[in-house]
Every structure is written in structure tokens, then in C-alpha cells.
């Protein structure tokens, strides 16, 4: 049976990275893969584990299809590479690191998809952002604005959507998402 595409959503510092990081381990275990991404942001930026590129050579890959999705958001180039398409084939689970703008494209290309969509406090977003110190504040504050657009864009009611809070302790947002995830019969 075909696995099933996870996208994992949020606004920026909400906590994404993390959480993939800290639930590596636990989906690995469920057989769930957690694909690399592939971003034009340079390779020395903290954070996520990413394959950093040039413009030119994201632009030579996507030329080339290597890209199952892709997107552009905050000044960056973003590509998901086209491997987990083998995965999915091969019947594994596949959690993705995506972006809300990009979301109709990719349900288009995977209607089947589960959202994970991760909120935090917007207070608690912007402290987390300036303590990150991974951009600059003025980045930070587009960052933050770049919310707004996607406010009412997601139907809570909607059954294929994973709502999680992780404006408390990392460690209970990891607990919820693995049980979420198993009564979905994803990554279970
Ligand atoms: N539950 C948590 N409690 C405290 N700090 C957290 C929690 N989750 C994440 N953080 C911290 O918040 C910051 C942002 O987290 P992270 O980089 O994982 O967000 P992100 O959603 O991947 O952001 P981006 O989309 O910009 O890459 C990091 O410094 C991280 O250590
Ligand atoms: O704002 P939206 O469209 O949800 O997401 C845009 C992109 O920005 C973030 O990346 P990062 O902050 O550069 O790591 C997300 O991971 C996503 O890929």
C-alpha cells in the first residue's frame, strides 16, 4: 500500500525543526521518513539540517525535476527532492517540512495528505524568533506579518488537519503528535 505524504506547517519559529528533531528518533522507529529539504540559505545558518545551494543549482535542479515540490517564500528557494515519491511507492510514511503558501500545490499533487499545522502564542513566537537570532529583526518582523495571510486560509473542521499548540514544552507537543499521528494510522 502507497504511504502517506505528512506536510508539517506553521508559522515561521513555530517550532517545526524542532520538533521534527525531536521526534526523529520515535518516527524512525514507525518507519516514518523525515525527508531533507533542500534550501537556497547558506549552509553555515542554524537550525534544520538542510542541503544548502546556490540559486544557480537550485535553479539546474529544478530544471533537471529533481524537485517533488518546491516553493519560494521569505527571500529563500525551497525543494523537496523527488525521492519520497519512491518512498511513498515503497509504502513508507513521509513527513515534510512545508509551507502554508505552498499547501493547494501540494494537496493537488498529493490529495491524499495529512496537515500538521503547529500554532504558538504570537507573543511567544516573536520571542522565539529574536532568541533563534537567525534572522534579523527587520526579517523577523516580515516574518511575522507573513502570518496574517494565512490566518483564516485553514478549516479547523477540516478531518485531514492536525491542529497542535507548541507554545508550552517541546516534549508534550512530540507526545501529541505521535498520538495524533497513530489515530490517523500514520507513522502508527
Ligand atoms: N516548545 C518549545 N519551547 C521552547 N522553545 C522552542 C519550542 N519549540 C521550538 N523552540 C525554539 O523556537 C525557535 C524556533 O524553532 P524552529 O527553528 O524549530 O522553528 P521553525 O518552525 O522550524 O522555524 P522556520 O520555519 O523559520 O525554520 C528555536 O530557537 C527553537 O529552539
Ligand atoms: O510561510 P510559509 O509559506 O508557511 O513557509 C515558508 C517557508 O518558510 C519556512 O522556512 P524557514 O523559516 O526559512 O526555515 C517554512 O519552513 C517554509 O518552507
Redesign the pocket.
Given at each position: 500500500m502507497a504511504g502517506r505524504l505528512i506536510y508539517l506547517i506553521?508559522?515561521?519559529?513555530?517550532?517545526?525543526?524542532?520538533?521534527l528533531?525531536a521526534a526523529r528518533e520515535a518516527l524512525a522507529a514507525r518507519d516514518c521518513r523525515i525527508v531533507r529539504r533542500v534550501i537556497t540559505r547558506s549552509a553555515e545558518a542554524k537550525?534544520?539540517a538542510a542541503q544548502a545551494v546556490s540559486v544557480e543549482r537550485f535553479d539546474e535542479l529544478q530544471a533537471q525535476g529533481a524537485f517533488a515540490l518546491s516553493w519560494s517564500a521569505n527571500g529563500l528557494h525551497y525543494g523537496i527532492p523527488k525521492e519520497i515519491d519512491q518512498w511513498l511507492a515503497d509504502g513508507h510514511d513521509v513527513l515534510v517540512?512545508g509551507s502554508r503558501g505552498h499547501l493547494p500545490q501540494a494537496r493537488s499533487r498529493y490529495p491524499s495528505l495529512w496537515v500538521v499545522l503547529?500554532t504558538v502564542d504570537q507573543a511567544v513566537l516573536r520571542d522565539?524568533?529574536l532568541?533563534?537570532a537567525?534572522e534579523s529583526a527587520e526579517d523577523i518582523e516580515t516574518?511575522l506579518a507573513r502570518n496574517a495571510q494565512f490566518a483564516d486560509d485553514l478549516q479547523v473542521s477540516d478531518p485531514s488537519l492536525i491542529v497542535l499548540d507548541?507554545?508550552?514544552?517541546?516534549e508534550q507537543?512530540v507526545a501529541r503528535l505521535l498520538q495524533r499521528l497513530a489515530r490517523a494510522h500514520a507513522c502508527a
Amino acid at each position: 500500500m502507497a504511504g502517506r505524504l505528512i506536510y508539517l506547517i506553521g508559522p515561521s519559529g513555530s517550532g517545526k525543526d524542532s520538533l521534527l528533531d525531536a521526534a526523529r528518533e520515535a518516527l524512525a522507529a514507525r518507519d516514518c521518513r523525515i525527508v531533507r529539504r533542500v534550501i537556497t540559505r547558506s549552509a553555515e545558518a542554524k537550525g534544520e539540517a538542510a542541503q544548502a545551494v546556490s540559486v544557480e543549482r537550485f535553479d539546474e535542479l529544478q530544471a533537471q525535476g529533481a524537485f517533488a515540490l518546491s516553493w519560494s517564500a521569505n527571500g529563500l528557494h525551497y525543494g523537496i527532492p523527488k525521492e519520497i515519491d519512491q518512498w511513498l511507492a515503497d509504502g513508507h510514511d513521509v513527513l515534510v517540512n512545508g509551507s502554508r503558501g505552498h499547501l493547494p500545490q501540494a494537496r493537488s499533487r498529493y490529495p491524499s495528505l495529512w496537515v500538521v499545522l503547529l500554532t504558538v502564542d504570537q507573543a511567544v513566537l516573536r520571542d522565539r524568533l529574536l532568541s533563534r537570532a537567525r534572522e534579523s529583526a527587520e526579517d523577523i518582523e516580515t516574518r511575522l506579518a507573513r502570518n496574517a495571510q494565512f490566518a483564516d486560509d485553514l478549516q479547523v473542521s477540516d478531518p485531514s488537519l492536525i491542529v497542535l499548540d507548541n507554545s508550552g514544552a517541546l516534549e508534550q507537543t512530540v507526545a501529541r503528535l505521535l498520538q495524533r499521528l497513530a489515530r490517523a494510522h500514520a507513522c502508527a
